[in-house]
């Protein structure tokens, strides 16, 4: 986001809190950034903003802007920022920001009109520089993100510097309602999410296992050329093997409690142990127990180093769709993109120095073929490099240098736009993500690949080298889909459900128009599904035109109508919305090769 456009947003969450607080004057500031879509403002309010809200605060920002008021900057000292913050009225959460900013770092206040509030900017000269906006939503939304605090009221909008592009952007929204896959996963029956079970756990539907073993036939199809080995690890761990890794304690906080073996629970109860002391317990060693794996690398790291090796042998390249666990606060869920257990498509790379840059290309054409195959060709690319300052990483400075050089590199040879992010990078390396734009112009982080020198140390990993002495390995980490769950749901969104044939888990219905073709039909059916096409068959009593309205709902990509003409000629009419030029009567061979086809080549939709 460019800096005007940052002040403008910025601008019009400080009009938005301002015309709350004309509206609702008991309302409770929390806080009002931009965001690389628009604005929001958290309120804590007992009255709940609704619909009818949001369209009178939405015209009360307008009399506001088209007042003009001008954005002032102001210093305070600590003391003085408190006092102001009481002489507002806006204690309960402000003072709390107010600690948040460091000793010795200015306190700023932005004022316009009536309204003042604690800032660190910049903001635009004068309201009226707010020329298009709009509220979008209502949400919930944890004080500082944290499901222990209280739940404020989050008021969602949108501005952009002209009219047309805020149209442009509200047309997309309305097209991203219209493909949300939590709405078109119910329509197709492709997974459900059960509170009996658990938020943020998915369960596959049979339509839907078929479009995640379809994305698994097709990655292993690449693996296998690239010469991967395919390995399977259990779904938790002891505690000791991730506290090695690192990944406990680092990631304590995103992980699911421990589980403590029995014994040692009840000798812990019988101690009348209070949480933190149980807590220090398990996070010292003291008591062992087991995880549910965060990360599937401590298990491919053991599977490598169970057996000894050569520099010949490498590079030693382990793949597994693995199962995960991470505990994702509740108010982040979002159907299958935000969940809180996951497969991912998981690779680890052993490798000798000398073949480090070939490996990671090997990665990098791995996820380049992916996003072709489903037609997201325009993408950048984010580094996440360390932070020098921060305690948050492991490992030796000069082997850190040494990967993200690696790194960089990479990103150099793809040719495409990239940022580097420091403070981003994985506790044990650096990584390249790939952020993907899908066809209505929405980016998706989708794809990562990681260079660690860390791991083999920690583990003690080594080989024999040529000169017969023990050598340490460099471990890649790389995923090209991240996750069959968030992969699979940005597909439906891309796809807006439609998917490509091969993806597709119904790929051909039959239509047969009465009683005296249903033996044609059968003939049909048996047909395709031994020729390995998912095929259905609609003998229901309907009329041919809800057969087809039932079809097109379910987004079927071919329909295959049957009638008595059809029959007598061995024929069948063609109706796909892949193939537009291919509709009208074929024969029963021709229609099979078409489609055939599609399946073969991964063919995307003509008006895709």
């Known amino acids: 986001m460019d800096e005007d456009l940052h002040k403008i947003r910025h601008s019009a969450s400080h009009v938005l809190a301002a015309a709350v607080l004309r509206l609702f004057p008991g309302a409770k500031l929390d806080i009002g950034p931009a965001t690389d879509s628009g604005f929001y403002y958290d309120f804590d309010l007992e009255h709940k903003f609704t619909a009818d809200d949001l369209a009178c605060i939405e015209e009360e920002m307008r009399r506001i802007i088209s007042e003009n008021q001008k954005f002032e900057r102001f210093e305070l000292s600590r003391d003085e920022a408190a006092a102001k913050i009481e002489e507002m009225g806006q204690g309960q959460y402000k003072l709390g920001r107010l600690s948040d900013i460091p000793e010795g770092e200015k306190i700023t206040f932005y004022s316009n009109g009536d309204f003042c509030d604690l800032c660190a900017g910049p903001h635009v000269d004068y309201t009226k520089r707010i020329k298009a906006f709009k509220l979008l939503s209502v949400a919930g939304a944890y004080h500082r993100g944290d499901e222990k605090n209280k739940q404020l009221q989050r008021i969602y909008g949108t501005a952009f510097a002209t009219k047309d592009e805020l149209e442009q952007y509200l047309k997309r929204m309305e097209e991203a309602k219209l493909r949300d896959h939590r709405k078109l996963g119910k329509e197709m029956g492709l997974f459900v999410i059960d509170d009996k079970v658990g938020q943020g756990l998915i369960l596959w539907k049979p339509r839907g296992a078929v479009v995640r073993q379809s994305l698994q036939d097709f990655i292993l199809e690449l693996l296998r050329k690239q010469g991967y080995q395919q390995v399977f690890t259990p779904h938790i761990g002891k505690l000791g093997l991730f506290r090695t890794s690192g990944h406990f304690p680092y990631y304590k906080d995103s992980q699911f409690v421990p589980i403590v073996e029995r014994d040692d629970l009840l000798r812990m109860a019988k101690e009348r142990l209070d949480v933190a002391e149980y807590e220090k317990k398990v996070d010292s060693g003291d008591v062992e127990g087991f995880l549910l794996k965060p990360m599937n690398c401590p298990f491919h790291v053991e599977i490598f180093k169970s057996d000894p090796h050569s520099y010949r042998d490498l590079p030693v390249r382990l793949a597994e769709f693995g199962n995960v666990y991470r505990w994702e606060q509740s108010g982040e869920l979002n159907g299958m993109t935000r969940v809180r257990g996951f497969t991912q498509d998981d690779a680890h790379?052993?490798?000798?120095?000398?073949?480090?840059?070939?490996?990671?290309?090997?990665?990098?054409?791995?996820?380049?073929?992916?996003?072709?195959?489903?037609?997201?060709?325009?993408?950048?690319?984010?580094?996440?490099?360390?932070?020098?300052?921060?305690?948050?990483?492991?490992?030796?400075?000069?082997?850190?240098?040494?990967?993200?050089?690696?790194?960089?590199?990479?990103?150099?040879?793809?040719?495409?736009?990239?940022?580097?992010?420091?403070?981003?990078?994985?506790?044990?390396?650096?990584?390249?993500?790939?952020?993907?734009?899908?066809?209505?112009?929405?980016?998706?982080?989708?794809?990562?690949?990681?260079?660690?020198?860390?791991?083999?140390?920690?583990?003690?990993?080594?080989?024999?080298?040529?000169?017969?002495?023990?050598?340490?390995?460099?471990?890649?980490?790389?995923?090209?889909?991240?996750?069959?769950?968030?992969?699979?749901?940005?597909?439906?969104?891309?796809?807006?459900?439609?998917?490509?044939?091969?993806?597709?888990?119904?790929?051909?219905?039959?239509?047969?128009?009465?009683?005296?073709?249903?033996?044609?039909?059968?003939?049909?059916?048996?047909?395709?599904?031994?020729?390995?096409?998912?095929?259905?068959?609609?003998?229901?009593?309907?009329?041919?035109?809800?057969?087809?309205?039932?079809?097109?709902?379910?987004?079927?990509?071919?329909?295959?109508?049957?009638?008595?003409?059809?029959?007598?000629?061995?024929?069948?009419?063609?109706?796909?919305?892949?193939?537009?030029?291919?509709?009208?009567?074929?024969?029963?061979?021709?229609?099979?090769?078409?489609?055939?086809?599609?399946?073969?080549?991964?063919?995307?939709?003509?008006?895709?």
């Open 349 to 608: 790379i052993f490798c000798t120095p000398e073949q480090l840059d070939g490996e990671i290309q090997g990665c990098l054409d791995l996820v380049r073929a992916v996003f072709d195959t489903i037609g997201m060709r325009e993408y950048r690319v984010r580094i996440s490099l360390r932070d020098p300052s921060s305690d948050k990483y492991v490992g030796d400075e000069s082997n850190w240098e040494k990967s993200e050089a690696a790194i960089r590199k990479a990103a150099k040879s793809l040719g495409v736009p990239y940022t580097e992010e420091i403070g981003e990078a994985a506790f044990y390396g650096p990584k390249i993500d790939f952020v993907v734009k899908d066809v209505i112009g929405r980016e998706w982080q989708l794809g990562t690949v990681q260079v660690d020198y860390n791991l083999p140390e920690r583990f003690d990993l080594w080989y024999t080298g040529s000169d017969n002495k023990p050598h340490r390995p460099i471990m890649i980490h790389r995923a090209p889909f991240g996750s069959l769950e968030r992969f699979t749901g940005v597909l439906i969104e891309h796809f807006g459900g439609n998917f490509p044939t091969w993806l597709a888990p119904e790929q051909i219905r039959i239509l047969p128009l009465g009683e005296a073709v249903s033996e044609y039909a059968d003939s049909l059916y048996a047909r395709f599904k031994d020729a390995g096409i998912r095929v259905g068959i609609d003998d229901s009593a309907e009329k041919l035109g809800a057969k087809v309205r039932k079809a097109e709902t379910e987004k079927v990509p071919h329909m295959l109508v049957v009638g008595k003409r059809e029959a007598e000629s061995g024929m069948v009419s063609l109706r796909s919305r892949i193939r537009k030029a291919f509709e009208g009567v074929r024969s029963a061979d021709e229609a099979l090769e078409l489609i055939s086809e599609d399946i073969r080549t991964r063919r995307l939709p003509d008006n895709f």
